[in-house]
């Protein structure tokens, strides 16, 4: 049992980072970005809309970057607002660079860009546009801007197992957790007409990119919450809000799953849990691959159940259920073959089935 805190004087280190956060946000400015989980979902306008509708309301609202290309709608929003225009010299990626020395000058309350991903010219005052970003912040700007999901660099890998795309100008997911705000534009899509399995496939792919987004921005809400609540003295004394399942596989990539879950239960005072499915046919790789997977579940203090059942998805259910699981976190090969297509995975079934359950997808 660990030693409890002297009544009436505060850890001095919790003391330190309270000033240090009410400093940083007497002087920084606010940061809020509307996150789309594919192009196309409409952030742009959103992000317009809000400035259109700050500048209505008397705000000093800027644009400072656009997309080259946009939706007549947002367009519109757009047209009516103050701009900074952008430095002449384009970057690799074809937006050009952001004039942070001409919008510090002005010291609006408020700088839009749109498009928070990108590389700047060599010889420009930051290398990459977030960093332009950054420095408005620190100088007491605000700033609106939008990112796709697909452009934060630690979401790389799992964008490129669902789309086979990957980005080479991406922005760091710490720079995304500081956020003050993260909106995640749920809106369906404007994408070509497709038939047949291209148009399942592309759905799927869609719904895979929806949910990672909204887990993305959960973390990010959660960081700031306790953020929040240690800053006004209130102590984190939620019971075990989450159970977190780790279900096991030879070929699952067990070891971020059980990181991912260990943190995840420790900012919720939650329980982590692990399983795997015995089976017959089990190669002697597959059973030395599960057991250093017990390993590492044991290493993160998880409880781990073999489970033993003819139909592996039934027994996990079964066992999710009975013990009040919240999240099950499953390690899947997302390309599929013309037979997935037609009759679905176990992935299916088991996201189908996990009823009161979030099922969360770790590629491997």
Known sequence: MGQEPTRGRPDPEALLRRVQAAERSARRGALKIFLGYAPGVGKSF????????????????????????????????????PQVQGIESSGGD??????????????????????????????????RRFEDVEALLEAGVSVLTSINLEFIAEEQD???????????????????????EVVVVDAPPVVADGSGGDAEARDRELRLLRERALLL??????????????????PLTWGTQERILVCMTP???AGAMLASGRRNVDRFHGELLA?????????????????????????????????EGRDPIRAILDFAGAQGVTQLYV??????????????????????????????VFPH
């Not at 795997?276 to 159940?305: K, M």
């Open 217 to 234: 921005t959960a973390d990010v809400v959660e960081r700031q919450l306790e953020a929040y609540l240690e800053l006004h003295h209130v």
């Open 158 to 180: 799992f964008v490129q197992t669902v789309t086979g795309r990957r980005r080479s100008s991406t922005v760091p997911r710490r720079f995304i957790d500081g956020a003050d």
């Open 275 to 307: 399983v795997y499915v015995n089976q017959p046919n089990l190669t002697p790789e597959d059973r030395s691959a599960l057991a250093r997977n017990v390993l590492l579940a044991r290493a993160q203090h998880a409880h781990v159940t073999i489970l």
């Open 94 to 127: 074809g937006l050009p660079p952001i004039d942070v020395a001409a919008i510090l000058a002005r010291h609006p309350q408020v700088c839009v860009v749109d498009g928070l991903a990108g590389d700047n010219p060599e010889g420009s005052r930051h290398a």
């Open 46 to 81: 959103r992000l317009l809309d809000e400035a259109r509708r700050r500048h209505a309301r008397g705000e000093d609202v800027v644009v400072a970057a656009l997309q080259p290309s946009m939706p007549p709608a947002a367009a519109a929003s757009a047209s009516g607002l």
């Open 251 to 253: 070929r699952a990539n």
């Open 331 to 360: 390690g899947h090969n997302l390309r599929r073959t013309w037979r997935t297509v037609l009759t679905g995975t176990l992935l299916d079934r088991l996201i189908d089935e996990a009823e009161g359950m979030d099922v969360r």
